[in-house]
């Protein structure tokens, strides 16, 4: 019984630090998201939450509202400020937060 509490505790300290060092990786840009996009699902907000989407939605939507395809009140001039492959990588970095 001691081993296996010991595994389990091991287990959940080893998600514990796989889960600090994926939010210390974030690209840059994506914690300026956050200023808007609540982090946490215990927020009730109208602005989406963007941790845990899908990361060619984030992609479709962020290059709708860079090209002025997608009605926005600050997301078009706020997408425009990033590049393509940046606009991949915190879409993915996105997708992997839970």
Known sequence: MKARHALVTAVM???GVIQAVAAEEAPPGAASCTGCHAASVNVDTSVPRLAGQDASALVSAMQAF???QRPATVMDRI???FSDDEIKA???WFATQR
């Open 90 to 92: 915190i879409a993915a």
């Open 66 to 68: 860079r090209g002025g």
């Open 79 to 81: 997408a425009k400020g």
């Open 13 to 15: 300290a080893c998600a």
